[in-house]
Nanobody, 114 residues
Framework: VQLQASGGGLVQPGGSLRLSCEVS????????MGWYRQAPGKQRELVAI???????TYADSVKGRFAMSRANAENTVYLQMTSLKSEDTAIYYCQAIRGNQVYWGQGTLVTVSS
C-alpha cells in the first residue's frame, strides 16, 4: 500500500491550501483514513479522520477551518484548509487503517508565514 500526499506549500496567514492523498488500490478497503501533522519540536497529532461511511472527526484546533473529504473514484482523500494560522505550520501526513494494519504516506510541508 502506498499513500502519496501532495499539496503543501507556503501560504500567508488567512490563506487556504488543499492537501491530497492518493492511495494505491481501492480506498474502500480502508476502515478509516486520516490526516496528522507534526510541527517542529512537537509530537505528531491528529488533524482529521474520515471513516469508510464518510463520517469525519476533527481536532478542536481545526474545527470550522479544515474539511476532510474523499473521492472514492479517484482513491483520494483531501484536506481543505482555510483561515490558516502560523500554528498550522507542520508536516502533514496521510494515514490509512485497514484492520490492524496502519499505513503512512510521506509528509507534505505546510508553512504559514507572511
Amino acid at each position: 500500500v502506498q499513500l502519496q500526499a501532495s499539496g503543501g506549500g507556503l501560504v500567508q496567514p488567512g490563506g487556504s491550501l488543499r492537501l491530497s492523498c492518493e492511495v494505491s488500490g481501492s480506498i474502500f478497503s480502508f476502515n478509516t483514513m486520516g490526516w496528522y501533522r507534526q510541527a517542529p519540536g512537537k509530537q505528531r497529532e491528529l488533524v482529521a479522520i474520515i471513516t469508510s461511511g464518510g463520517f469525519t472527526t476533527y481536532a478542536d484546533s481545526v474545527k470550522g477551518r479544515f474539511a476532510m473529504s474523499r473521492a472514492n473514484a479517484e482513491n483520494t482523500v483531501y484536506l481543505q484548509m482555510t483561515s490558516l494560522k502560523s500554528e498550522d505550520t507542520a508536516i502533514y501526513y496521510c494515514q490509512a487503517i485497514r484492520g490492524n494494519q496502519v499505513y503512512w504516506g510521506q509528509g507534505t510541508l505546510v508553512t504559514v508565514s507572511s
